[in-house]
């Protein structure tokens, strides 16, 4: 029995704290976790914390704000009540795949101007288009001055420069009592308002103060006189712009480091590199060890050992991953590539922005008549590992598992992963995994798929157990022994 030791549990995943404090033999603090009527959180701890070790237990998964902020009121609780340190237990950090930018890096978001219906019920040309009816984008932090060197027309997406503002202007017509005067403005003619010369900018400049909500157009600029507008398509990028995209991953860190966290134990970082965004120590216990061990007592008898079978990678960014599990059980190693090549500027435009080709993937390694086991450290829509198991087995691959340390599942990933090529998906409760084994029960149930001995076959999703390794991992930092031991998995 550890003593001096406090360990609290969050709303995200009772069930693993109560396995980590059976391991250390301890009871759970009692804790009161609520909100109020408005939606804010309320914790109350239930036990003395004062001079004692205190460990709180939350995953990322589920509803990760909510969780996440519980946490950080937690931690807060504790430092005020005098505990001598807090050590924040993250089986799945959150936000730490926001390290990374999430769109292509090579320029601004771009969004396709609103279409406009006019009176008569065409569609506006140039906002069909884009500009110019050319079907360029415009940028929304495109600069009004261009660049040194760099000419502004229409043909490049611009919508600010002097010569389109001309162009626009030599095309006008203007109406008054005695004609009509084309291109050059008569002096005896009035002076036009704004909106009677610049018609092209009425779409973008004008705002509806008089309008009633439901004469308003359905888009995501409610105030702009557009008519009726198309919805906003997704934000393309544009050559030789930065784009600037919320990293949360170190805001995150600042957060748990500012509630009062001295200490943070996590397991398997998407990015390793993230423990360097902490001004407190960060330990990255690995899920290797538990999945090399039921590859090798579970999938290499089963299967004819390490000559029938191949460890493979389902992108890049995870291949070293892969590859230590598979120099550690001597297996061979693949690797699938995604590939997404862009089409060239064209010949009238060399300054427009490359189309990209769908992503096509790639592999690279031998799998023909072999068990394929795939090896990734998430799983949230299950795209990746779906596509990875299709390729495989069109590969000729035998059978296909894919081990995962964190089954997130979000949406329809379990439905997904079921009428997939997939054959098992083996993953840790660093998240909870109850309902998913749930679902995928109840798919087979509703298929009728039953084993030899007539049991449903519910089985294509199993779980690990990670409540050990947390639990000797918070016994020896507690007592101030090295956790090197666990990452030694061979």
Not at 193 to 200: G, I, N
Not at 375 to 391: C, E, G, P, V
Not at 465 to 488: K, M, P, T
Request: proline share 6%; glycine share 10%.
């Amino acid at each position: 029995m550890v003593r001096n030791i406090v360990l609290l549990s969050g709303s995200s995943h009772p069930q693993l704290t109560e396995t980590i404090c059976t391991h250390l033999g301890i009871p759970p603090a009692k804790i009161h976790l609520s909100k109020f009527s408005v939606g804010e959180t309320r914790v109350e701890i239930g036990d003395s914390v004062r001079e004692k070790d205190v460990f709180i237990v939350q995953s990322g998964g589920g509803k990760v704000n909510d969780h996440l902020m519980e946490l950080l009121i937690t931690i807060s609780a504790c430092k005020t009540a005098s505990a001598r340190k807090v050590t924040a237990v993250l089986p799945l950090f959150p936000y730490s795949r926001q390290s990374d930018l999430p769109y292509n890096k090579a320029g601004a978001p771009l969004a396709r101007l609103p279409t406009r219906i006019g009176s008569s019920g065409e569609v506006d040309g140039a906002a069909r288009n884009g500009l110019g009816g050319s079907g360029q984008y415009a940028s929304d932090s495109r600069p009004t001055t261009p660049h040194p060197g760099q000419a502004e027309s229409v043909e490049m997406g611009g919508s600010n420069g002097a010569n389109h503002l001309s162009k626009r202007l030599n095309g006008l017509s203007i109406g008054h009592k005695s004609g009509t005067v084309n291109g050059d403005v008569d002096p005896r003619a009035p002076i036009p308002r704004r909106k009677d010369t610049l018609d092209s900018v009425q779409s973008d400049a004008s705002y509806l103060d008089d309008a009633s909500p439901s004469q308003r157009p359905p888009t995501s600029y409610p105030n702009l006189n557009t008519g009726i507008t198309a919805p906003p398509v997704d934000f393309k990028p544009q050559r030789g712009y930065k784009q600037w995209v919320a990293q949360a991953g170190t805001l995150v860190a600042d957060l748990l480091t500012c509630a009062g966290a001295d200490h943070i134990i996590t397991m398997d970082l998407h990015d390793p590199q993230y423990q360097g965004f902490f001004d407190i120590p960060v330990d990255n216990l690995y899920g290797r060890h538990l999945l090399r061990k039921y590859i090798q007592h579970q999938i290499l008898p089963k299967h004819g050992g390490k000559e029938n079978c191949v460890i493979v990678s389902p992108d890049a960014g995870g291949a070293k991953r892969a590859t230590n599990i598979a120099d550690a059980l001597g297996m061979d190693f693949a690797l699938i590539h995604k590939e997404r090549r862009q089409n060239p500027p064209t010949t009238t435009n060399p300054r427009s922005t490359p189309h990209q080709q769908p992503a096509s993937m790639l592999l690279v390694g031998a799998v023909a008549n072999r068990t394929a086991i795939l090896i990734d450290d998430l799983a949230d829509t299950s795209n990746t590992i779906t596509r990875a198991a299709k390729l495989l087995k069109k590969s000729g691959a035998a059978t296909v598992y894919a081990l995962v340390t964190h089954g997130v599942f979000s949406g329809d990933a379990v439905e997904r992963i079921w009428a997939s090529a997939l054959d098992k998906v083996v993953v840790t409760n660093s998240v909870p995994q109850e309902e998913h084994v749930r679902r995928m029960e109840e798919l087979a149930r509703s298929e009728g798929r039953r084993d030899g001995e007539g049991n449903v076959m519910g089985g294509k999703l199993e779980v690990l157990e990670v409540g050990g390794v947390f639990a000797e991992a918070i016994r020896r930092v507690h007592h101030g022994e090295s956790i090197s031991v666990l990452f030694q998995y061979d």
